[in-house]
Every structure is written in structure tokens, then in C-alpha cells.
């Protein structure tokens, strides 16, 4: 059975749109735990353009299940996290002009760079994981950083333009996980998840945790958060046919 992570970027989007105190991100995490989230995600990006410094170490001091920072492999960003401690850092990659995140974290062009940010964060002991595309080569070079965990990018599942597509994503996305599985990683997924597309993401047996955030965002404006968090737990713990 999968964990829910629940991203809560884009409450503080919503706030940075008129630099204001409110909606807090803080709030929101509170309002997803008693929604059932296990997890609570944040990306930490580098222009500040959501999440800011204060809610991080806000937020290390209040969440009560899982704090999961996303973060470049950045070293004002590392430096960050080695202060405030989550429970675990998810390297992803960062782009200045793009909406959101475009694609898994390219380890194998930028090993040095990332194996010196994990080497950082494991002697700290927080928990690493990389968010990269289901590819063998970007698995394969996970497994030789030692990271303990990966989270696959969902995007082109999501994204695809028919069932035929979407269905050729999902198995190349089974494919990775199990692959990963095999060699011991903990797998996660994410990234453009939605009510009507995560239950066959769920299914799929080694996935561990999924972290979706802009779609229960968008619930909970209608809603409220803690019930935008019930309802996206039940599809992703089942039950399943």
C-alpha cells in the first residue's frame, strides 16, 4: 500500500501572488495530516518563488509524519538542509524559466555535482531520494550513488494524449519500479497526478509512496483541504480489484 505525499507548494504560490501571510503553507500541512497524509512535500526552489526559507524550518518544527524536501543540488539549498534536517531530500531538477518541473533529474550528466550533495546529506543522516525518469541508465546510477530511495516522474504519463499513450507510459514506468525494486531501492512516484489518473499509478505493486500536490491543491479550493486529502488517500490506498 502506498504512502500520499502531499505537496504544498502551491498554497504558497497562491500566498506569493500578492506577498502577503496568508494561505500558509503551515496551515495546510496540518489541515493535510488530519486529511491522512504521510508525508508532507515542499520544494525549497532556488529564485523563492513558493515555498520560503521560513516555512522549511517552520514546518521542521511542527509536521508530525514525514517532511520530504525537494531541492536542486544547489549549495545555498544543501546548506539549508543540512540545518533544518527533514526526514528526507528529494533532488530534483530546477530550471529558472520553467512553470514547474519539466523532468527526472539527469544523474548521469551531472554525477559529481549530485554525489557530493548526497554524500553531504547521508553523513547528516537524512534519507536521500532522486527524482528521475524511469531509464535504466538514471536507476542504474542511483543504485551506484547509494541513495536509498527514487521517485519516478510521472509527467508523460499524465501528459499523454491517448490511452494508447498513456498506457505505453504506465508500463515503462512498471518497468522502472520494478527494476529499482529488485535492487533493493524504495520506490516513489509523482508529478502531474490527478483524481482521475493515479489509481493505476497506485497499482502498481513496488511503488511505495506517491507525492502529488497541484491537484489537491486545486480540490481543496472547493472542498476544503482535509477532505481534498481524504479523497485522494482512498484512491491511492484502494481497494483495488
Not at 83 to 92: A, I, K, N, S
Request: hydrophobic letters at 45%.
Amino acid at each position: 500500500m502506498a504512502r500520499l505525499g502531499v505537496n504544498i507548494d502551491h498554497v504558497a504560490t497562491v500566498r506569493q501572488a500578492r506577498r502577503t501571510v496568508e494561505p500558509d503553507p503551515v496551515w495546510a500541512a496540518a489541515l493535510a495530516e488530519l486529511g491522512g497524509a504521510d508525508v508532507i512535500t515542499l520544494h525549497l526552489r532556488e529564485d523563492r518563488r513558493h515555498i520560503q526559507d521560513r516555512d522549511v524550518r517552520v514546518l521542521r518544527q511542527t509536521v508530525q509524519v514525514k517532511l520530504n524536501l525537494e531541492m536542486a543540488a544547489a549549495d545555498e539549498i544543501t546548506a539549508i538542509a543540512l540545518e533544518v534536517r527533514p526526514d528526507q531530500c528529494t533532488l530534483v531538477p530546477e530550471k529558472r524559466q520553467e512553470v514547474t518541473t519539466e523532468g527526472g533529474l539527469d544523474v548521469v550528466a551531472n554525477r559529481d555535482r549530485v554525489s557530493e550533495c548526497v554524500q553531504k546529506l547521508h553523513d547528516a543522516g537524512i534519507e536521500v531520494s532522486l527524482f528521475i525518469d524511469a531509464e535504466t541508465s538514471q536507476i542504474d546510477a542511483a543504485i551506484d550513488l547509494g541513495v536509498r530511495a527514487i521517485e519516478l516522474h510521472t509527467g508523460r504519463y499524465a501528459d499523454a494524449s491517448d490511452e494508447s499513450a498513456q498506457l505505453k507510459e504506465l508500463e515503462t514506468l512498471r518497468a522502472g519500479a520494478n527494476t529499482a525494486s529488485k535492487e533493493g531501492l524504495l520506490v516513489h512516484m509523482g508529478h502531474g497526478l490527478t483524481y482521475r489518473n493515479v489509481v493505476p499509478v497506485a497499482r502498481i505493486a513496488p511503488v511505495s509512496e506517491l507525492n502529488i500536490g497541484h491537484s489537491i491543491v486545486a480540490r481543496a479550493m472547493m472542498v476544503g483541504f482535509s477532505q481534498a486529502v481524504r479523497e485522494m488517500k482512498q484512491l491511492v490506498i484502494g481497494p483495488f480489484d
